[in-house]
């Protein structure tokens, strides 16, 4: 059954703490894309990447980081710099231009 | 640059009501353009799309027809149900360019009571 997974449904973190969110895919797609959901904000990208080892800087990548060590992985860092880092966390991966979802990771931090 | 205009929410329509959330955009070339639903709590799911100007998607009822005279891509479905409460976004891929980036609008909440 392919999909794409992201891991835990809901984080909870205190301030000052580096935290790990989990995206993996079964696809086979090469492109996969980290995107912020506030309210009101529609979706805002952070990084995305279109081939192992290889990844660009979106709209708002100050205070995170990723890695693209497998195809099928690609996790996302939030950083202790990231002044706001509560939100909803999207994970997607692309076959040409259609992104497929995974579920979101909500992160709360206090 | 490349932009989408989505009407703004929320929607609030009784059961079996005719739905039309509006799209427009502002691109060069002939991008190809999407439809997503977010249901509460969820990711996203593709919807429709249409990739040239005057294609129709469809799916689950909803419609939207590629209008490159108006640059417009609008929702619509006959009779809506409780069930497509969601939140819907548009979006479009640029021509050309190779990072396969995807612009997004804002979105719009539709609620739908019975």
């Known amino acids: 059954d392919g999909g794409i997974t992201q891991s835990p449904k809901y984080l909870f973190r205190k301030e000052g703490q580096n935290v790990t969110l989990s995206c993996e895919q079964n696809l086979n797609h090469d492109a996969m894309y980290w995107y912020r959901q506030d309210p009101g904000q529609g979706l805002r990208l952070i990084y995305y990447s279109q081939i192992v080892n290889d990844f660009q800087k979106g709209d708002i990548a100050e205070g995170y980081s990723v890695s693209r060590e497998k195809k099928e992985s690609f996790p996302l860092t939030v950083t202790s710099a990231q002044k706001n880092p509560t939100a909803f966390y999207l994970c997607?991966?692309?076959?040409?231009?259609?992104?497929?979802f995974g579920p979101g990771t909500r992160l709360t931090v206090t | 640059g490349d932009s989408v205009t989505q009407m703004e929410g929320p929607v609030t329509l009784s059961e079996e009501a005719f739905l039309t959330i509006n799209c427009t955009y502002t691109a060069t070339g002939y991008p190809s353009l999407f439809w997503y639903v977010q249901y509460p709590g969820e990711g996203l799911q593709l919807l429709l799309k249409a990739t040239k100007a005057d294609d129709k998607g469809s799916n689950k009822g909803f419609e939207a027809t590629y209008r490159k005279e108006t640059t417009s891509f609008h929702l619509e479905k006959g009779s809506v149900q409780v069930s497509d409460s969601a939140v819907y976004f548009c979006?479009?891929?640029?021509?050309?360019?190779?990072?396969?980036?995807?612009?997004w609008g804002l979105g719009t909440s539709l609620a739908v009571n019975p």
């Open positions: 979006a479009l891929s640029p021509r050309g360019g190779n990072n396969r980036k995807l612009i």
């Open positions: 997607a991966s692309a076959e040409g231009y259609e992104q497929y």
